[in-house]
């Protein structure tokens, strides 16, 4: 059974550009959530995914935004770069019929803005 | 506004001897309280949580946490510490309220455990 996985896992990208990021759930989940871990802190809440649609956000400008596709897949759009950022950016996968209590989390991708 | 705080940035402990680990929480209401571990370039695997009931919650790998409500503290511990616990844990809280019934975490800023033999 495959867990939580996200590519790329590494990225190097340049101030301005857009980046795009991808992560499959664990095998019947349904729900897929959005960290970003900064150098040296803990995961900050990006937003929330269930049936296609944003659920629920987090303190992150608009330049952030996701999708959900149909076999609950995920991306995390990332516009006009800034150095800040750079950071390890994990997904998390959960169940809706479970009480979303236990989150997975994938290895993450590590995005450097230069 | 929920937030989790643990106090120490590194915990030193020889193999073999107890391992705490502090967190403090703030929350409106009754809280879910989760312990998360990262390991180096890897993603944060679950070890436990609290819901409801037993204060005492065990969880993967010999650990266990201690939900104290008058305190608002949920310390995780292990009997006995091994070199392969080195590590970074971080502690999550989500509230139970409407607004968090979808699962945002909040974590705390991570405490690294040193294991020595």
């Known amino acids: 059974d495959a867990g939580v996985t996200q590519s790329p896992t590494h990225l190097i990208k340049t101030r301005g550009q857009q980046v795009t990021l991808r992560c499959s759930p664990k095998?019947?989940?349904?729900?897929v959530s959005w960290y970003q871990q900064a150098l040296g802190q803990g995961p900050q809440f990006i937003f929330q995914?269930?049936?296609?649609?944003?659920?629920q956000r987090g303190n992150f400008p608009d330049r952030f935004s996701g999708h959900q596709f149909p076999n609950y897949s995920s991306e995390l759009n990332v516009n006009a770069l800034l150095l800040g950022d750079s950071a390890l950016y994990l997904c998390?996968?959960?169940?809706?019929?479970?009480?979303?209590?236990?989150?997975?989390f994938g290895p993450g991708t590590r995005l450097t803005v230069t | 506004a929920q937030s989790v705080a643990q106090p120490e940035d590194q915990v030193n402990v020889a193999e073999g001897n107890p391992l705490t680990v502090k967190c403090t929480y703030s929350v409106s209401g009754n809280p879910y309280l989760f312990w998360y571990v990262q390991y180096p370039n890897r993603g944060l695997q679950f070890l436990l949580k609290y819901i409801t009931g037993d204060n005492l919650v065990k969880g993967s790998y010999g650990f266990e946490a201690e939900f104290n409500k008058s305190q608002t503290s949920f310390h995780l511990k292990k009997p006995s510490a091994l070199v392969s616990d080195s590590a970074l844990y971080f502690c999550?809280?989500?509230?139970?309220?409407?607004?968090?019934?979808?699962?945002?975490?909040?974590f705390g800023a991570g405490t690294q455990v040193v294991v020595t033999p």
């Open positions: 999550a809280v989500r509230g139970r309220a409407a607004a968090d019934s979808w699962g945002k975490l909040q």
């Open positions: 995914y269930y049936e296609e649609e944003e659920r």
């Open positions: 998390a996968s959960s169940s809706s019929s479970g009480g979303i209590y236990e989150q997975y």
């Open positions: 095998s019947g989940h349904d729900t």
